[in-house]
């Protein structure tokens, strides 16, 4: 299902930097597997977000070798 997935809040910093971990099992069963990755930015004070307070960053995507 490429549309399943999860959330994880995070706050930025001073610099609005925000980092997530993510542990990746050594299973073979992943090796090719692919995933994107994308931040939802919320910031409704600020005129770059527009009309819904909000912005999206590039996506990444990503393959297990």
């Known amino acids: 299902e490429p549309y399943s997935g999860f959330t994880i809040s995070r706050t ?3 610099r609005g930097d ?7 099992p050594a299973a073979a069963a992943l090796a ?3 995933f994107t990755h994308q931040w939802l930015i ?3 004070s600020s005129a ?3 009309t819904f307070g909000s912005d999206l960053s590039d996506a990444l995507r990503t393959q297990i070798q």
């Open 48 to 50: 770059a977000c527009g």
């Open 32 to 34: 090719g597997a692919t």
């Open 18 to 24: 925000a980092f997530v971990a993510v542990s990746i």
């Open 42 to 44: 919320l910031d409704p």
């Open 12 to 14: 930025t910093d001073a």
